[in-house]
T-cell receptor, first 112, second 112 residues
Framework: EAQVTQNPRYLITVTGKKLTVTCSQNMNHEYMSWYRQDPGLGLRQIYYSMNVEVTDKGDVPEGYKVSRKEKRNFPLILESPSPNQTSLYFC???????????FGQGTRLTVV | GENVEQHPSTLSVQEGDSAVIKCTYSDSASNYFPWYKQELGKRPQLIIDIRSNVGEKKDQRIAVTLNKTAKHFSLHITETQPEDSAVYFCAASLTNTDKLIFGTGTRLQVFP
């Protein structure tokens, strides 16, 4: 089954404790992205990648890191999480720019 | 950079009525305009998209129109049903990138 898989689905952590949210897709898509969703703000792009070893900043990259060492995986790293990073995070992949983005199930992160 | 504004933020209609959601974008170079539907607790899913070389596209009860001169595009849902109740997001991008900018969303409620 074609899918985008994120882990974990739910995470509660403390300020400053490094964490990684994993994202994997099995559709051989070139493009992958991370978004955060906050009430009243919609979906905002954090980082995107158009190919292996190619990443670029979206609209809200501060406090986040990503890597794209393999085509299928695109982890999101929070080196020192802060409470303002409490949000619902979605990973997405697409065949190329200007095509349907397939979203993962979402990761609800709470930083206390 | 691109900015996408979406209105209204909430919309309530009676079952069978039509619903219209409007978006405006700022970057005249944008050429791909998807619409995503997000049901409560679920991931966003593409329902329809349009490219800048087309003025209108229909898929059963859903249609999207694009006015490039005015830089706005709209989603039209006819004969609404309770299962159309969800949050709808418009977005804009350049097809040679994966930089997708979303609107802030419209919560549509269809009352039986």
């Amino acid at each position: 089954e074609a899918q985008v898989t994120q882990n974990p689905r739910y995470l509660i952590t403390v300020t400053g404790k490094k964490l990684t949210v994993t994202c994997s897709q099995n559709m051989n898509h070139e493009y992958m992205s991370w978004y955060r969703q906050d009430p009243g703000l919609g979906l905002r792009q954090i980082y995107y990648s158009m190919n292996v070893e190619v990443t670029d900043k979206g609209d809200v990259p501060e406090g986040y890191k990503v890597s794209r060492k393999e085509k299928r995986n695109f982890p999101l790293i929070l080196e020192s999480p802060s409470p303002n990073q409490t949000s619902l995070y979605f990973c997405a992949s697409s065949f190329q720019g200007g095509t349907e983005a397939f979203f993962g199930q979402g990761t609800r992160l709470t930083v206390v | 950079g691109e900015n996408v504004e979406q209105h209204p933020s909430t919309l309530s209609v009676q079952e069978g009525d039509s619903a219209v959601i409007k978006c405006t974008y700022s970057d005249s170079a944008s050429n791909y305009f998807p619409w995503y539907k997000q049901e409560l607790g679920k991931r966003p899913q593409l329902i329809i998209d349009i490219r800048s070389n087309v003025g209108e596209k229909k898929d059963q009860r859903i249609a999207v129109t694009l006015n490039k001169t005015a830089k706005h595009f709209s989603l039209h849902i006819t004969e609404t049903q309770p299962e159309d109740s969800a949050v709808y997001f418009c977005a804009a991008s350049l097809t040679n990138t994966d930089k997708l900018i979303f609107g802030t969303g419209t919560r549509l409620q269809v009352f039986p």
